[in-house]
DNA sequence: CACTTGACCTGTCCGC
DNA sequence: TGCGGACAGGTCAAGT
């Protein structure tokens, strides 16, 4: 469900409210949320201040004045919620999706030396926070593989397609869910984009045309600058770091909407299955 | 090497 | 109402 665009806008909102905050105290009751090994935590973590926040492909990288970084996955439930002070004992906003603080769902809370906390909820464990040196990330082994930013100025239509050409063989919804194709794309912005390319998600890359690269580089691009801009798309989990739902499934034209008419052509959508994901098509937009 | 499937987890929904 | 099973979907390990 974090896929790109609700990664870099959770990487926006804590920009906004935690770089200068010094940490004071960590916990975790999931060691597998946070596994690190014993004593980094207090040598590293405890006492350093945020310097900066990245993203790159769904990964968020929270840096440190200890020359360490939180690198961060939330993998498909996993939230990182700021709270200040203010909002303790004071029950929760009324945007909030989430209420009080931490819930059942809460893997790890950091607290700054101002009382405020983040929470790294996870209802289904699968996220995690690890503690690695700065210059160390680069060298992760994703970090290594993972194809290039989809929504860099610098990155053309040619090497889109050019990316694609090691998986051949397999369909073009498989590749696009491929990171090390293309950084960033899951369920939601591959069918979205598949839509708006008029591709059927089973189709061969090898026998999609330029034309047809040219159009679903324009559409994914297009598809993941909306989503940043609605603030990324909530289905059931995603928050930003305000603890807010994002508004792009109001602007989806396939995902999730099964039953209701194709906004281009008013054919009923459907629903399949496809590398092992549930796909969503327009019957007649999208042939096989 | 290319590709597919299963595992990791928890909560929700559906049919009986 | 309870209960089993399917489903949700990001990534890695294991299998074909």
């Known amino acids: 469900m974090p896929e790109l665009p609700e990664v870099e806008t959770v990487r926006r909102g804590l920009s906004e409210l935690i770089i200068g905050r010094t940490i004071m105290a960590a916990q975790t009751d999931n060691p597998k949320s946070f596994p690190n090994a014993q004593g980094q935590v207090e040598a590293f973590l405890l006492g350093a201040k945020v310097s900066d ?10 840096d440190l004045s200890t020359n360490y970084t939180l690198v961060t996955h939330l993998k498909m439930t996993g939230q990182l919620v700021y ?53 160390e990330v680069a060298e992760l082994p ?16 040619e090497q889109f397609a050019e990316r694609f050409t090691r998986r051949s063989r397999t369909s073009i919804k498989a590749a696009l869910l491929d990171q090390t194709v293309i950084a960033g794309v899951g369920n939601i912005y591959a069918d979205e984009s598949l839509w708006g390319a008029k591709i059927h998600p089973q189709r061969q890359v ?31 989990n995603y928050v930003n770091a305000e603890g807010k739902r994002g508004s792009y499934m109001d602007f989806a034209r396939v995902f999730r909407r099964e039953g209701l008419a194709c906004p281009r052509c008013g054919t009923t959508i459907i629903k399949l299955k496809v590398a092992g994901r549930g796909t969503h098509i327009c019957p007649h937009c999208q042939q096989h």
Do not use: C
Not at 148 to 155: K, T
């Open 53 to 62: 926040i990245r993203r790159r492909a769904k990964v968020l990288m929270i």
């Open 206 to 236: 090898n026998t999609i045309t330029p034309a047809e690269f040219e159009a679903l580089y324009i559409e994914l691009r297009l598809v993941m600058n909306l989503a940043i801009d609605k603030g990324g798309s909530t289905d059931k």
């Open 142 to 157: 994703f970090m290594q593989k993972v194809g290039p930013e989809p929504l860099d100025d610098y990155f053309t239509f």
């Open 83 to 135: 709270r200040g002070k203010k909002v303790f004992g004071a029950g929760h906003p009324s945007d909030s999706l989430i209420g009080e603080l931490p819930d059942k769902s809460t893997r790890v809370t950091l607290q700054f030396t101002d009382e405020s906390k983040l929470f790294f909820n996870d209802q289904r464990k699968f996220g995690w926070m690890k503690l690695i040196p700065t210059d």
